[in-house]
């Protein structure tokens, strides 16, 4: 006859029992809650002493912004690091709960609260009657944030499916969707805009997803060398996507803030205050890379390197947050 037993618990003589993931689940909510209030705090900050004003709504837009991104993040990173995985001998067979069904679900909502805002002529709605659904068939931006929509619902029902890998074809369009509605047609060469801020986004989406899933594939997988394995595989792809976020970014700074001019609206402008901020979350994210590359390849335990690689994805985080801001504040001038 067997027994089941209840799962472990952490007790103490002087309390209950508690469980060990308690503490880990309420500093994920904390950091989920810091992260939120970058875009809704951050437009005021940004836009202060620079005479420019920013559109109604900047913040809870800019929060939407993040959402989405996270969304299409999560599960393209999932699909990544699996296909690292499959590759590796000798690899455990657990594997974490997804958490790509539920963070499509809340990139669904996003993108469907950011095509009210579009059906709205780019203002918040207060009622029903503010809402022209029809007219987003009518115009650009009504259409990406229509295929945004469907793009995201689509990955959510893959998710849920028994074929969670045919997700990344409405992934992948829901990136495309965001990349051209990022560069309007009025803009100077649209098309090479959208294209800098496709590879952009995919690459930061691998990066991000790709390194949460690998720890938590290395948290499951404790004590086998699988996991270090797996870290190291992931590092050297990671290093390339570095180099093609930073070349696309930089490309993408200097065609909308030409180089004579790039200096003075870094620090006079939100849009190019919000920039720096990111460049210099993203250079501290490359120093905790290193660091945690270094103890990778050098420590005598490589899963030492846990604890840098876990500070990145939370400056990540802090990356993806301000991105979502950028998308909410005025484009910088371009001065001739």
Not at 146 to 165: D, H
Not at 228 to 233: E, F, I, N, P, S
Not at 244 to 262: D, E, F, K, N, Y
Request: aromatic content about 4%; overall charge positive.
């Amino acid at each position: 006859m067997s027994s089941i037993r209840p799962p472990a618990e952490v007790t103490d003589e002087s309390g209950p029992a508690r469980r060990p993931g308690t503490g880990r689940a309420v500093a994920f909510l904390v950091l989920v809650t810091l992260g939120a209030l970058i875009p809704l705090l951050g437009p005021s900050a940004a836009l202060h002493g620079t005479g420019e004003a920013a559109a109604p709504g900047a913040g809870g837009i800019g929060l939407l912004r993040t959402v989405v991104f996270g969304a299409v993040s999560v599960p393209l990173g999932e699909l990544f690091v699996h296909r690292l995985a499959r590759r590796l001998p000798g690899v455990p067979p657990e594997r974490p709960c997804s958490w790509a069904p539920f963070v499509t679900v809340a990139g669904f909502v996003a993108a469907l609260a950011l095509a009210a805002v579009v059906s709205a002529g780019n203002l918040i709605p207060h009622r029903l009657g503010q809402l022209d659904v029809g007219g987003l068939y009518g115009s650009r931006d009504g259409r990406l944030a229509l295929l945004e929509v469907n793009g995201l619902l689509l990955a959510a029902l893959c998710a849920f499916s028994r074929r969670p890998a045919a997700q990344v074809w409405p992934l992948a369009a829901v990136v495309v969707a965001e990349a051209l509605r990022a560069h309007p047609t009025t803009e100077q060469g649209p098309l090479v805009g959208s294209g800098l801020t496709l590879v952009h986004l995919t690459c930061a989406a691998l990066w991000t997803g790709g390194l949460l899933h690998a720890l938590r594939l290395l948290g499951l997988w404790r004590g086998d060398r699988a996991g270090a394995a797996l870290l190291g595989r992931y590092a050297r792809v990671a290093a390339v996507l570095l180099a093609a976020i930073t070349a696309t970014g930089v490309c993408s700074a200097l065609r909308r803030m030409p180089p004579a001019t790039i200096l003075d609206q870094l620090t006079t402008t939100a849009y190019g205050r919000t920039l720096l901020a990111k460049v210099i979350l993203v250079a501290a994210v490359a120093l905790l890379a290193l660091w945690a590359r270094i103890r990778l390849s050098r420590a005598a335990d490589p899963l030492t390197a846990y604890t840098p690689a876990r500070a990145e994805v939370i400056a990540l985080g802090a990356v993806i947050a301000a991105s979502g801001l950028l998308t909410a504040l005025p484009l910088p001038i371009r001065w001739s």
